[in-house]
């Protein structure tokens, strides 16, 4: 290396002035001095003229610091200008580094990625999907705070600034870039940076995949420096920065820091997530994700991880369509990742989070290779996990049998579960037919006690009287609840996947462009109202008032037209089909004997309420 010099040479020099022949002295000193010269005449001149093969050599350097910590600042002090020889670039550069997977643009200021573009996904303007948002970056940038992915993280500020403003000198092992700066994977790029006594090397390695491996060391004057390698400022759908963007506003994109240590799970939304905290545990993985993408760090030494969240808070117009609307907060979230010993190396799994590729990465095992847990865990369905999964995979196991799309899948699955519903809507009929049929006593009982106050404890006795009837004559007052019951568990079901499941994002179906996005056209909502309005209006409803038979009517399908209407078509479409096959279903249900008996019943006591003639209302019917 350039800066190394051989110590013996300069412990004689120093110490020449005791002997006593001052001939042999001179001698001597004469061939130290002629030595030293020829030594920087024939070493130290042409090293500059062989900087980039040093580059891909000085990777490894970082344990030979640690070896011999002594001459190193010895020699730094004696003779700064050649012991510190400047390696940095003239002009900026761009390296796009590319597979089928991703394209790379990496510039060599701050050896840092200015685009993450996935090639399998795209944004709501059908442009393949760039994980770092520019809008993002910058403004995080000009708050101060680290902008760009692979960036460096330090407890300096102003050595963090030079270290991510620097340009560094790139060295491309493997594929040869072509003219246009293009490096085709597999391969790996080093950037290198030194001056001034402040020597940064970074590498990153590229395969097939969706993860990379990377290699930071950072030292000052000799002595490592804790650098973290950071993903600053979130990733993915973050198109509410863009105000040509095609997302409604009110769906702002969340962000969340996940995390395992010793194979423990867990994840944090945006709001609990603090800003500039360090975390020294031993992580598995520490990701930042969004709902269907991730950027997840895997240390090769979990025992030395340090973790640090970044947390920034941007101003975003409440309208994405207009600039000047009213700001609001949008969470922006980051994540840092080093080795407590100053040379970090790790892996980095940049890309969507489905359930196939995610199962394939493991962090690293107590083994030292990739047999921990796997990043699957990413993908998180809440507390509706126990029936969102299997939901997931039913859905996904019928586009594998032929199914055409997610749509359809979804159709289809929403059809064979209503059926499988049948019995239960069958068991709620004759349960509504046995209510009916009481119903004469259940009034006699009521007729008893309706002079009491609500507070009244004979009230109990009334309720007692009650059960006790509905017991005798097998009556189930909830059986009529029992088909809405089961549904809604999948109701949230289906929201869950619809939100977690990088598949259905982008999903269209007809003129549903997104069934993760609600129906542009607000048709599905619209159809909701009116067939669950035809479905509630044709049901016989046993001991309720007319009044508020109508009211419940008008009163369910508004509500949940309303909450379809901003939520997942996907949700729309689900809720629908469902409302077709129940409509379906009651029809034939009142046309049988059950339904037949259920609204002559229903007739006759209208009829009673009026003081008119049952006979009479019977005819009509």
């Not at 009034?443 to 009334?462: G, S, V």
Request: some cysteine; overall charge positive.
């Amino acid at each position: 290396m350039p800066e190394v010099h051989n110590p013996n040479l300069q412990s004689q020099g120093s110490g020449g002035g005791g002997g006593g022949d001052m001939r042999s002295t001179m001698a001597f000193m004469l061939v130290v001095l002629a030595a030293f010269l020829g030594y920087q005449y024939f070493f130290n001149k042409p090293k500059p003229e062989e900087q980039p093969p040093a580059v891909t050599q000085t990777q490894p350097a970082a344990p030979a610091a640690q070896a011999a910590p002594g001459p190193a600042p010895t020699t730094a002090t004696a003779q700064p200008p050649s012991a510190t020889p400047q390696i940095a670039a003239s002009i900026e550069t761009v390296t796009t580094v590319e597979n089928e997977l991703f394209k790379i643009e990496f510039t060599n200021r701050g050896a840092q990625v200015q685009h993450w573009i996935l090639k399998k996904y795209f944004d709501s303007a059908g442009k393949p999907l760039d994980l770092v948002q520019p809008q993002a970056a910058a403004h995080v940038e000009a708050a101060g705070h680290l902008g760009l992915p692979l960036s460096l993280f330090t407890y300096d500020s102003a050595l963090t600034s030079q270290l991510n403003q620097a340009l560094y000198q790139v060295t491309v092992t493997g594929a040869q870039p072509t003219a246009t700066g293009l490096v085709v994977a597999p391969a790996s790029i080093t950037f290198h940076y030194v001056s001034n006594g402040l020597d940064a090397i970074k590498t990153f390695r590229f395969d097939s995949s969706y993860v990379i491996t990377v290699e930071a060391a950072v030292k000052q004057n000799g002595a490592p420096v804790r650098a973290l390698v950071a993903w600053p400022a979130g990733l993915g759908d973050m198109e509410e920065f863009q105000h040509s963007s095609m997302i409604p506003s009110r769906n702002r994109t969340p962000s969340f820091f996940a995390w395992s240590i010793d194979g423990k799970q867990d994840s944090q939304t945006a709001a609990k997530v603090s800003g500039n905290n360090t975390l020294d545990e031993p992580y598995q993985y520490a990701a930042v994700t969004d709902l269907y993408f991730a950027s997840a760090f895997l240390p090769d030494a979990p025992d030395r991880t340090s973790v640090v969240t970044l947390h920034n808070s941007v101003e975003l117009p409440g309208d994405a369509s207009d600039p000047n609307s009213k700001k609001t907060h949008t969470e922006v979230l980051g994540v840092a990742v080093g080795d407590t010993s100053g040379y970090t190396r790790l892996r980095l799994f940049v890309g969507p989070k489905a359930t196939d590729v995610l199962r394939s990465v493991h962090a690293t095992g107590a083994d030292g290779k990739p047999s921990g847990p796997s990043l699957e865990s990413l993908i998180q369905y809440g507390w509706m996990t126990i029936i969102a999964n299997p939901l997931y995979l039913a859905l996904r196991f019928m586009l594998r049998i032929g199914i055409p799309n997610w749509g359809w899948a979804i159709i289809v699955f929403t059809a064979l579960f209503n059926l499988a519903l049948l019995p239960t809507r069958l068991m709620m009929t004759k349960s509504s037919l046995k209510m009916m049929r009481i119903q004469p006593k259940v009034d006699a009982i009521k007729k008893r006690y309706a002079n009491l106050k609500m507070n009244d404890p004979k009230r109990n006795e009334m309720n007692a009287e009650m059960m006790a009837l509905y017991k005798t004559e097998g009556v189930n007052m909830y059986g009529g609840c029992l088909p809405m019951l089961l549904q809604m568990p999948f109701f949230f079901a289906y929201f869950r996947v619809l939100q977690n499941a990088v598949e259905l994002r982008q999903a269209h179906w007809y003129w549903l462009p997104d069934l993760s996005q609600p129906d542009p056209s607000h048709i599905l909502p619209i159809f909701v109202i009116i067939t669950m309005f035809f479905t509630q209006y044709i049901t016989p409803s046993p001991g309720m008032d007319p009044a508020q038979r109508r009211m419940m009517a008008f009163m369910m399908p508004v509500f949940f037209g309303y909450i379809l209407w901003q939520y997942p078509s996907g949700l729309a479409l689900y809720w629908g089909t469902g409302n077709i096959i129940m409509l379906a279903m009651q029809i034939g249900i009142n046309r049988s004997h059950w339904g037949k008996e259920m609204h002559a019943i229903a007739d006759r006591r209208a009829a009673k309420k009026l003081g008119g003639n049952p006979k009479t209302v019977q005819g009509k019917r």
